[in-house]
Protein backbone atom coordinates (compact mmCIF):
# COMPACT_ATOMS: atom_id res chain seq x y z
CA UNK A 1 0.00 0.00 0.00
CA UNK A 2 1.15 3.42 -0.78
CA UNK A 3 -0.32 6.80 0.18
CA UNK A 4 0.87 9.87 -1.33
CA UNK A 5 -0.49 13.49 0.09
CA UNK A 6 -0.65 17.00 -2.29
CA UNK A 7 -1.02 19.92 -0.73
CA UNK A 8 -2.74 22.73 -3.26
CA UNK A 9 -3.84 26.22 -2.84
CA UNK A 10 -7.66 25.37 -2.42
CA UNK A 11 -7.43 21.64 -2.22
CA UNK A 12 -5.51 18.88 -0.75
CA UNK A 13 -5.75 15.24 -2.28
CA UNK A 14 -4.72 11.92 -0.29
CA UNK A 15 -4.33 9.17 -2.87
CA UNK A 16 -4.28 5.84 -1.32
CA UNK A 17 -2.77 2.59 -4.31
CA UNK A 18 -3.49 -1.09 -2.63
CA UNK A 19 -2.63 -3.98 -4.28
CA UNK A 20 -5.44 -6.28 -5.19
CA UNK A 21 -5.11 -10.36 -5.24
CA UNK A 22 -6.14 -11.49 -7.20
CA UNK A 23 -6.91 -8.83 -9.76
CA UNK A 24 -10.05 -7.43 -9.68
CA UNK A 25 -12.12 -6.80 -12.60
CA UNK A 26 -11.64 -3.11 -13.48
CA UNK A 27 -15.76 -2.58 -14.19
CA UNK A 28 -16.27 -2.88 -10.64
CA UNK A 29 -14.33 -0.04 -9.21
CA UNK A 30 -17.14 2.33 -8.90
CA UNK A 31 -19.80 -0.11 -7.87
CA UNK A 32 -17.77 -0.83 -4.46
CA UNK A 33 -18.71 2.35 -3.45
CA UNK A 34 -22.04 1.29 -2.82
CA UNK A 35 -23.08 -0.29 0.30
CA UNK A 36 -23.07 -3.72 0.80
CA UNK A 37 -21.96 -4.42 -2.34
CA UNK A 38 -18.41 -6.71 -2.97
CA UNK A 39 -15.98 -6.99 -5.88
CA UNK A 40 -16.87 -10.50 -7.50
CA UNK A 41 -13.25 -11.86 -7.01
CA UNK A 42 -13.56 -11.12 -3.25
CA UNK A 43 -16.81 -12.86 -3.07
CA UNK A 44 -15.63 -16.05 -4.79
CA UNK A 45 -12.32 -16.10 -2.41
CA UNK A 46 -14.89 -16.05 0.41
CA UNK A 47 -12.88 -13.06 1.97
CA UNK A 48 -14.18 -11.63 5.31
CA UNK A 49 -15.81 -8.04 5.02
CA UNK A 50 -19.22 -6.39 4.90
CA UNK A 51 -18.47 -4.01 1.83
CA UNK A 52 -19.59 -0.80 3.87
CA UNK A 53 -15.79 0.84 4.72
CA UNK A 54 -15.78 2.41 1.10
CA UNK A 55 -19.63 3.79 1.61
CA UNK A 56 -19.22 4.97 4.80
CA UNK A 57 -15.54 6.74 3.62
CA UNK A 58 -17.64 8.46 0.99
CA UNK A 59 -20.72 9.70 3.30
CA UNK A 60 -17.80 11.16 5.45
CA UNK A 61 -16.25 13.23 2.04
CA UNK A 62 -19.62 14.08 1.16
CA UNK A 63 -20.35 15.44 4.87
CA UNK A 64 -17.19 17.69 4.59
CA UNK A 65 -17.87 18.58 1.00
CA UNK A 66 -15.16 16.99 -0.38
CA UNK A 67 -14.67 14.04 -2.91
CA UNK A 68 -13.85 10.46 -3.13
CA UNK A 69 -13.09 8.51 -6.26
CA UNK A 70 -12.05 4.99 -7.05
CA UNK A 71 -10.30 3.41 -10.08
CA UNK A 72 -8.20 0.40 -11.34
CA UNK A 73 -5.08 2.55 -12.82
CA UNK A 74 -3.36 -1.06 -13.69
CA UNK A 75 -4.01 -4.58 -12.94
CA UNK A 76 -3.92 -5.35 -9.65
CA UNK A 77 -3.93 -2.09 -8.66
CA UNK A 78 -7.33 -0.01 -6.24
CA UNK A 79 -6.76 3.43 -6.00
CA UNK A 80 -8.95 5.98 -3.56
CA UNK A 81 -8.04 9.43 -3.99
CA UNK A 82 -10.20 11.66 -1.70
CA UNK A 83 -9.67 16.06 -2.64
CA UNK A 84 -10.47 17.55 0.76
CA UNK A 85 -11.15 21.87 0.94
CA UNK A 86 -8.44 24.06 2.33
CA UNK A 87 -10.49 25.96 3.75
CA UNK A 88 -13.30 25.29 5.93
CA UNK A 89 -16.94 25.80 4.61
CA UNK A 90 -19.74 26.43 6.33
CA UNK A 91 -23.19 24.27 5.92
CA UNK A 92 -26.38 24.56 7.23
CA UNK A 93 -29.68 22.86 7.43
CA UNK A 94 -32.43 24.40 5.32
CA UNK A 95 -35.07 23.05 7.41
CA UNK A 96 -33.50 25.04 10.69
CA UNK A 97 -33.86 28.56 8.57
CA UNK A 98 -37.23 27.51 7.05
CA UNK A 99 -38.82 26.64 10.47
CA UNK A 100 -37.54 28.77 12.92
CA UNK A 101 -35.70 25.63 14.81
CA UNK A 102 -33.18 26.35 17.65
CA UNK A 103 -31.32 24.14 19.65
CA UNK A 104 -32.40 23.33 23.30
CA UNK A 105 -31.62 25.41 25.95
CA UNK A 106 -30.27 22.94 28.98
CA UNK A 107 -32.41 24.09 32.49
Do not use: W, Y
Request: aromatic share 2%.
Amino acid sequence: MTCTVQAGENHTIITIDNTTRPPENAADAEDLIQPFHRGDDTRMANRPGHGLGLSIAKACTDAMQATLAVSRPSPGTFRTEIKLPNRPTQRHCPQQKEHGHRPHARQ
